[in-house]
């Protein structure tokens, strides 16, 4: 069935194809405050922009903002909006602190805004603008709204103002601590969670299978050397502390970074410097061995090269001359001059080795400094990669990272390095491989790091754990934190309040309503009609037609617009043949104004019309929109199922119970016959063997056999029969 793209006065035509689950889910955001949890890659955008078509279309003097934490997540929903909203260009902005505050004020006079919440609570302050101009307020990476970010002050600050205030949250994951997720619902005033995944059945068609792998890799005897004297040094460190006042340390020889931090408090107690350095001595160390376990030999040189720079700090030197961390130190310098790296190094080039013509791969790190040296490795093997990296202190500028992702979709490279920022939001090109260079205890996290594939083809995510480090504590905390995340939102989800329907009251169980096929790719707001109005609707990809409503009866609805299209490219009279072959009974409904069917004559018009009713005996049903048409459709599956007592059957081909239908069915099979060709044959020449056994002259007086079809006819007729090769 051709791709259905959305129909809305405020969006381009034809240039957003429909997807159910997202309709759906746009449809629940226009009558409640409501926060979306959709992971990365299912079309987070298009749903914010399908609520903003609807509420221009309510509320044409008001305004819409939607908010973005960064720069280039804002510029990305706003080139996405520019694209597919209907509006004048100047009528959508992008409005950030680059602006300055005269360009600033004159954009928030605009219908639609694209903003920072930095930026807007500044401006608010300001008197630049007015929350109560505002018909929605939608927050992109709705997370983050806890404790004093910005969101919340706008969104404590728009309840307040607007009696109506209408506010929708979206994120991709949802963190597993529940305080923080009610703390995000309060700050918002969202009434309720609803949660899509690619579990979910409206989600399943427009999903692609992601593979999902964990390979744990040894540690070489070297980086376990190193990393012994570095433990070794911290026992002693955490022996000398535990001596030196009321302290008790559990696990001295494997103590968690967690362990240490936690120690802070009672060391502050102590007052005694020696016991506050052999603290912050064992951090420093701790961080500097998870460096070494999972990231690589040039991480762990490079921190300890910045600690050997600083002109001071607690403990500095005492550290960098304790015999065991220079030996340690030393150790690595010498690897790294003999060019030996990580083993995760050598198993990542032969992932990317393995990456097909013009696919492309992201690898996720941690830290900024294995992005710089898994980079370098990489660049001098000859791969084509770049690197994305956050703006701080000598970082990409947001201008270069928008450039870097723009430049990855272009096909100017193959593989992208990045840090946290390339996890949150931003559109990076669909990637059919990524690589987790290290494991991260988040789930919000994870699930981000895996949407980056799996969205139009088959997907492969790899996860790379060192043996016996952190990474592996990571594997564990992640798969848990994960399950709890989804134990806490399946909690806090409330049932969504539907509407009655207009049988509701005639009604008295489910056996009396009339149950409805409808179409994967229908739109939801026409099935949410269906079901106001009494039917049971189940969804399904149904190979011809768009509603089933009893086993006679099969619905296809088309547009104007539709309509005129399958007539100039002959989709139509295929589909009226596969609707005849499989159903007794087709209907065609045509949707709206006949102003929108341009493209062809009146005649032309009226005569395909005229052949829809008269060769193919298709009814047809005139329709001002998804109201109307759910009535029609309710009314023929209620006449059908309840008055007439028949069943609703999903079938491929029409049961063939007269020898005439298998007659017809057997002539259609030619190429170019279809089911009203093969009946003005076999009227014409009464038997199959007549039609096989007819010259060109004969077949060409049948109506709608010419030259090229009856030379067809006979060349099949007459050719022997040769057995295909394949």
Same mark, same amino acid.
């Given at each position: 069935?051709?791709?259905?793209?959305?129909?809305?006065?405020?969006?381009?035509?034809?240039?957003?194809?429909?997807?159910?689950?997202?309709?759906?889910?746009?449809?629940?955001?226009?009558?409640?405050?409501?926060?979306?949890?959709?992971?990365?890659?299912?079309?987070?955008?298009?749903?914010?922009?399908?609520?903003?078509?609807?509420?221009?279309?309510?509320?044409?003097?008001?305004?819409?903002?939607?908010?973005?934490?960064?720069?280039?997540?804002?510029?990305?929903?706003?080139?996405?909006?520019?694209?597919?909203?209907?509006?004048?260009?100047?009528?959508?902005?992008?409005?950030?602190?680059?602006?300055?505050?005269?360009?600033?004020?004159?954009?928030?006079?605009?219908?639609?805004?694209?903003?920072?919440?930095?930026?807007?609570?500044?401006?608010?302050?300001?008197?630049?603008?007015?929350?109560?101009?505002?018909?929605?307020?939608?927050?992109?990476?709705?997370?983050?709204?806890?404790?004093?970010?910005?969101?919340?002050?706008?969104?404590?600050?728009?309840?307040?103002?607007?009696?109506?205030?209408?506010?929708?949250?979206?994120?991709?994951?949802?963190?597993?601590?529940?305080?923080?997720?009610?703390?995000?619902?309060?700050?918002?005033?969202?009434?309720?969670?609803?949660?899509?995944?690619?579990?979910?059945?409206?989600?399943?068609?427009?999903?692609?299978?992601?593979?999902?792998?964990?390979?744990?890799?040894?540690?070489?005897?070297?980086?376990?050397?190193?990393?012994?004297?570095?433990?070794?040094?911290?026992?002693?460190?955490?022996?000398?502390?535990?001596?030196?006042?009321?302290?008790?340390?559990?696990?001295?020889?494997?103590?968690?970074?967690?362990?240490?931090?936690?120690?802070?408090?009672?060391?502050?107690?102590?007052?005694?410097?020696?016991?506050?350095?052999?603290?912050?001595?064992?951090?420093?160390?701790?961080?500097?061995?998870?460096?070494?376990?999972?990231?690589?030999?040039?991480?762990?040189?490079?921190?300890?090269?910045?600690?050997?720079?600083?002109?001071?700090?607690?403990?500095?030197?005492?550290?960098?001359?304790?015999?065991?961390?220079?030996?340690?130190?030393?150790?690595?310098?010498?690897?790294?001059?003999?060019?030996?790296?990580?083993?995760?190094?050598?198993?990542?080039?032969?992932?990317?080795?393995?990456?097909?013509?013009?696919?492309?791969?992201?690898?996720?790190?941690?830290?900024?400094?294995?992005?710089?040296?898994?980079?370098?490795?990489?660049?001098?093997?000859?791969?084509?990669?770049?690197?994305?990296?956050?703006?701080?202190?000598?970082?990409?500028?947001?201008?270069?990272?928008?450039?870097?992702?723009?430049?990855?979709?272009?096909?100017?490279?193959?593989?992208?390095?990045?840090?946290?920022?390339?996890?949150?939001?931003?559109?990076?090109?669909?990637?059919?491989?990524?690589?987790?260079?290290?494991?991260?205890?988040?789930?919000?996290?994870?699930?981000?790091?895996?949407?980056?594939?799996?969205?139009?083809?088959?997907?492969?995510?790899?996860?790379?754990?060192?043996?016996?480090?952190?990474?592996?504590?990571?594997?564990?905390?992640?798969?848990?934190?994960?399950?709890?995340?989804?134990?806490?939102?399946?909690?806090?989800?409330?049932?969504?309040?539907?509407?009655?329907?207009?049988?509701?009251?005639?009604?008295?169980?489910?056996?009396?309503?009339?149950?409805?096929?409808?179409?994967?790719?229908?739109?939801?707001?026409?099935?949410?009609?269906?079901?106001?109005?009494?039917?049971?609707?189940?969804?399904?990809?149904?190979?011809?037609?768009?509603?089933?409503?009893?086993?006679? =009866?099969?619905? !296809? &609805?088309?547009?104007? *617009?539709?309509?005129?299209? /399958?007539? %100039?490219? $002959?989709?139509?009279?295929?589909? #009226?043949?596969?609707?005849?072959?499989?159903?007794?009974?087709?209907?065609?409904?045509?949707?709206?104004?006949?102003?929108?069917?341009?493209?062809?004559?009146?005649?032309?018009?009226?005569?395909?019309?005229?052949?829809?009713?008269?060769?193919?005996?298709?009814?047809?049903?005139?329709?001002?929109?998804?109201?109307?048409?759910?009535?029609?459709?309710?009314?023929?599956?209620?006449?059908?199922?309840?008055?007439?007592?028949?069943?609703?059957?999903?079938?491929?081909?029409?049961?063939?119970?007269?020898?005439?239908?298998?007659?017809?069915?057997?002539?259609?099979?030619?190429?170019?016959?279809?089911? =009203?060709?093969? !009946? &003005?044959?076999?009227? *014409?020449?009464?038997?199959? /063997?007549? %039609?096989? $056994?007819?010259?060109?002259?004969? #077949?060409?007086?049948?109506?709608?056999?010419?030259?090229?079809?009856?030379?067809?006819?006979?060349?099949?007729?007459?050719?022997?029969?040769?057995?295909?090769?394949?």
């Amino acid at each position: 069935m051709a791709a259905r793209f959305i129909e809305h006065d405020n969006v381009t035509p034809e240039s957003l194809q429909v997807r159910s689950y997202q309709v759906d889910l746009a449809a629940i955001c226009y009558n409640e405050n409501i926060l979306l949890v959709v992971p990365t890659g299912l079309g987070k955008t298009a749903i914010a922009l399908l609520v903003v078509a609807e509420y221009l279309k309510n509320h044409p003097d008001k305004k819409c903002l939607l908010l973005a934490p960064t720069r280039p997540l804002c510029h990305q929903h706003y080139n996405f909006f520019q694209k597919h909203l209907l509006l004048d260009e100047d009528k959508i902005q992008v409005l950030t602190g680059k602006d300055p505050m005269n360009v600033r004020k004159k954009k928030w006079e605009q219908q639609v805004i694209c903003a920072t919440p930095q930026i807007t609570v500044g401006d608010l302050k300001r008197g630049l603008l007015d929350l109560e101009n505002f018909s929605i307020l939608i927050f992109d990476e709705a997370h983050r709204a806890v404790g004093e970010y910005a969101y919340c002050h706008i969104g404590r600050n728009y309840k307040k103002i607007s009696s109506k205030a209408r506010m929708v949250g979206l994120t991709a994951s949802l963190p597993d601590d529940e305080t923080r997720i009610k703390e995000m619902l309060t700050n918002l005033s969202f009434d309720r969670i609803e949660f899509r995944d690619e579990l979910s059945e409206d989600v399943k068609p427009y999903v692609q299978k992601t593979k999902l792998e964990w390979k744990k890799i040894p540690l070489p005897p070297l980086l376990l050397d190193i990393r012994s004297k570095l433990k070794n040094s911290i026992t002693i460190r955490l022996k000398r502390l535990e001596g030196s006042g009321n302290v008790r340390i559990k696990n001295k020889n494997n103590i968690s970074m967690k362990n240490l931090l936690d120690l802070r408090t009672e060391v502050e107690k102590l007052d005694d410097s020696q016991a506050k350095s052999d603290l912050i001595s064992s951090i420093r160390l701790s961080h500097a061995i998870n460096l070494l376990e999972t990231q690589s030999i040039q991480s762990f040189l490079k921190f300890f090269d910045r600690l050997s720079k600083r002109y001071s700090g607690v403990g500095l030197r005492q550290l960098l001359e304790d015999p065991q961390v220079k030996s340690a130190y030393e150790s690595a310098r010498g690897a790294s001059l003999l060019g030996v790296e990580h083993p995760k190094i050598d198993e990542l080039k032969i992932l990317l080795k393995s990456l097909g013509k013009h696919e492309k791969a992201i690898v996720f790190t941690g830290y900024r400094d294995s992005v710089d040296s898994i980079y370098t490795n990489l660049a001098s093997n000859k791969f084509r990669v770049r690197f994305l990296i956050g703006k701080s202190g000598k970082g990409q500028r947001q201008n270069e990272q928008v450039k870097t992702i723009e430049d990855m979709n272009a096909g100017l490279f193959d593989i992208l390095v990045a840090t946290q920022v390339g996890e949150e939001g931003l559109d990076i090109s669909e990637c059919s491989l990524v690589v987790f260079y290290d494991n991260v205890p988040s789930a919000v996290r994870f699930v981000q790091r895996r949407g980056r594939t799996g969205r139009e083809a088959p997907g492969r995510v790899v996860v790379l754990i060192a043996q016996g480090t952190r990474d592996e504590i990571y594997y564990w905390v992640g798969r848990r934190k994960m399950k709890s995340g989804r134990q806490i939102v399946a909690k806090m989800q409330k049932p969504k309040q539907v509407s009655k329907g207009l049988m509701d009251n005639y009604v008295e169980s489910s056996k009396n309503l009339p149950l409805v096929y409808v179409d994967a790719r229908e739109s939801l707001l026409l099935v949410d009609e269906l079901k106001k109005r009494g039917c049971r609707v189940d969804v399904q990809t149904l190979i011809v037609g768009d509603f089933i409503v009893s086993k006679d =009866v099969i619905i !296809e &609805r088309k547009t104007g *617009e539709d309509f005129v299209k /399958s007539v %100039i490219d $002959g989709r139509l009279f295929k589909q #009226l043949v596969a609707m005849r072959e499989t159903y007794s009974r087709p209907v065609l409904i045509l949707e709206g104004e006949r102003k929108r069917a341009t493209g062809i004559g009146n005649a032309s018009l009226f005569g395909a019309l005229a052949s829809v009713v008269s060769d193919f005996d298709v009814s047809i049903f005139m329709s001002s929109g998804h109201e109307e048409t759910s009535q029609i459709i309710f009314h023929i599956a209620r006449r059908e199922q309840i008055e007439k007592k028949k069943k609703v059957i999903i079938r491929n081909r029409k049961t063939l119970r007269h020898i005439s239908d298998t007659q017809k069915y057997v002539v259609s099979g030619l190429p170019g016959v279809n089911t =009203v060709l093969a !009946e &003005r044959l076999l009227i *014409e020449l009464k038997t199959i /063997s007549s %039609i096989f $056994g007819a010259n060109e002259t004969e #077949l060409k007086q049948v109506e709608g056999v010419g030259e090229k079809l009856a030379k067809n006819i006979k060349d099949i007729a007459k050719k022997e029969y040769e057995p295909s090769s394949d």
